[in-house]
């Protein structure tokens, strides 16, 4: 999606000896253009269970296959990057969402029309 972020992620883990060390660095498998390429899902972390499940990273390998929208007692941090003037419908769904503007504005529109501007 042209002009939209496209953002790294850093993935630490431990080696046998306990040391910190970097176990996965991408910009692209996390990545999914939407609305016509003018917006972009980034999956940027996930896993299937809350606590998160470290150990033999369990986490990593269920973050191999794209989540859905709702992960049942899973966890899941999303990035979602719009292009200017770019509209998108809201939805409902049963997790806890959690906007947050980095850049520009948004307009947010609730179902009962109350607006707000998001910066």
Excluded at 27 to 37: E, T, Y
Excluded at 44 to 61: F, K, Q, R
Excluded at 76 to 82: L, N, P, S, T
Aim: proline residues 5%; aromatic residues 6%.
């Amino acid at each position: 999606a042209p002009g939209l972020w496209d953002p790294f992620r850093y993935i630490t883990g431990h080696d046998a000896e306990g040391n910190a060390v970097f176990v996965q660095t991408d910009n692209g498998d996390h990545r999914a253009v939407m609305l016509g390429g003018a917006a972009a899902q980034n999956i940027l972390y996930s896993a299937g269970s809350n606590p998160i499940e470290l150990t033999g990273n369990v986490d990593l390998e269920f973050a191999k296959n794209r989540p859905s929208l709702h992960i049942p007692n899973g966890v899941c941090v999303r990035m979602i990057d719009f292009a200017p003037g770019c509209k998108s419908n809201m939805h409902r769904a049963l997790c806890m969402g959690i906007g947050t503007v980095c850049e520009g504005e948004v307009e947010l529109t609730l179902g009962s029309g109350e607006k707000r501007i998001l910066r």
